[in-house]
């Protein structure tokens, strides 16, 4: 059992956070204390229900990343919303996570070698306390501090303190009480960690279980296979949200070909599809240069508007840099669209494996049912084909025209159809997963 990976994952999440500033980011942490759940979570209900919160609270934790990275365009008032918001998300889904695992941990321990290793109540109690803490203030300094500013920037108390200096002041109160109860927090998921790690007795009857109930479950190894690939490969498409910041993409594509790359070892033999590995390792290589490359080449003639070709090509290294970028975004975008028709190819295996009956069927109208299902959602595979090949067009169109004249913003378009391939690999995804869910 993978205990300690919930201790480490722990750790990044004690810290404080200011506004939307987070110095450990959480999403590693929760990422951590999933894969230490990941097996406990499959023999216990709490710890399945909380396995799922955290899920969901990663989906947060990833959010307030992409905040974070926004955090330069947005004014004051805007990133005290997402700062509340990402805080009231944050105690709905980590309260119930951390306190579903806690009861589920006890429960398991009384259950299985009948002993209770740890009290978990104190512990549980200090968890609500911490998260709530630590939610508050991320938020509330700067909203005292806007709430009780004049125009001027100074205290309506008429005590002179000026209102950078009242929200520096509160988030450095609040960090210390935060840090204080974190560390309190942390000593106790050691000890819970450490009393369940160190019993020999629980984990070889858990082990034995696991074994037992699902690793020799081959429809629950197949079902789950199917729901990781079809998750790796809608998180691949957010990377393809485009967004430029002071000239510069943050959302680096060569994240698509790792998730790709990802899929085919995580998903054990039922993805084990060669040249989708090799391609999608060819494509993070070919992305990372592209990516160095045209953050250099923003970083020389980004603020520049030319008026032509002519006048663009006689700046030093903008030929070469130029001619680069276009070179490596055509080698690319037509990686990554062969990448995704492998990927497709697994949909469609995954379909066949997962709709409909099991053996031979005993009513023909079920049949062909079952039959129209499956070309229906084939048909939505090969329209989620039909965008990224139209994304993977424009975004090499505007590859070149936002280097050019008054075209800059033509990464809009790229982004509009980056969003309408996640919607749409989204819901053909879920649908799959679902039907293997429900068949399996």
Not at 153 to 178: E, K, Q, R
Not at 262 to 273: E, F, H, L, R, W
Not at 332 to 361: N, P, Q, R, T
Not at 406 to 427: A, P, S
Request: proline share 2%; charged share 20%; glycine share 4%.
């Amino acid at each position: 059992m993978s205990y300690w990976y919930i201790f480490v994952g722990s750790l990044f999440l004690f810290n404080p956070s200011i506004n939307l500033i987070d110095f450990l980011p959480d999403f590693i942490g929760i990422i951590l204390i999933l894969i230490g759940m990941r097996k406990i979570a499959d023999l216990n209900n709490y710890i399945g229900d909380a396995f799922i919160k955290m899920r969901w609270s990663l989906w947060v934790a990833f959010g307030k990343l992409v905040c974070l990275l926004l955090v330069r365009s947005l004014d004051a008032t805007m990133i005290l919303v997402f700062s509340f918001a990402t805080a009231i998300l944050e105690c709905a889904f980590l309260i119930p996570a951390f306190i579903g695992l806690l009861e589920g941990m006890e429960y398991l321990s009384i259950r299985e070698i009948d002993n209770g290793l740890y009290d978990t109540s104190k512990l549980k109690m200090t968890t609500l306390v911490f998260i709530v803490v630590r939610a508050v203030g991320s938020f509330l300094p700067g909203v005292a501090a806007m709430l009780i500013s004049t125009s001027t920037g100074t205290v309506n108390s008429g005590i002179g303190i000026s209102a950078d200096a009242m929200n520096f002041y509160l988030n450095l109160l609040f960090a210390s009480i935060v840090m204080a109860i974190g560390i309190v927090w942390v000593v106790g998921v050691f000890k819970l960690i450490k009393a369940y790690a160190s019993s020999e007795e629980l984990n070889k009857v858990l082990i034995q279980r696991y074994q037992h109930e699902i690793l020799d479950n081959k429809e629950i190894m197949i079902r789950r296979r199917i729901r990781m690939m079809t998750l790796l490969a809608f998180l691949a498409t957010l990377p393809l949200i485009t967004v430029k910041i002071d000239y510069h993409y943050v959302m680096p594509e060569l994240a698509f070909g790792i998730l790709y790359m990802a899929s085919t070892y995580v998903c054990g033999k039922y993805t084990n599809d060669k040249k989708l590995r090799v391609m999608s390792i060819v494509s993070t290589i070919i992305c990372l240069i592209q990516f160095v490359i045209l953050w250099i080449f923003e970083d020389l003639f980004g603020e520049y508007t030319f008026d032509s070709f002519e006048i663009a090509f006689k700046n030093d290294y903008y030929p070469e840099l130029f001619i680069s970028i276009v070179a490596l975004a055509l080698i690319s975008y037509a990686i990554m669209y062969v990448c995704h028709l492998s990927m497709s190819k697994l949909f469609c295996k995954a379909i066949d494996e997962s709709v409909g009956l099991k053996g031979e069927y005993t009513d023909l109208r079920r049949f062909d049912l079952d039959n129209e299902k499956k070309k229906l959602m084939k048909k939505r595979v090969v329209m989620t084909n039909i965008i990224m090949g139209v994304y993977c067009l424009v975004s090499f169109i505007t590859t070149i025209t936002s280097q050019l004249y008054d075209l800059r913003e033509t990464w809009l378009l790229r982004l509009t159809f980056g969003l309408v391939l996640m919607v749409t690999t989204y819901f053909v995804n879920k649908q799959i997963s679902d039907e293997a869910e429900n068949a399996l």
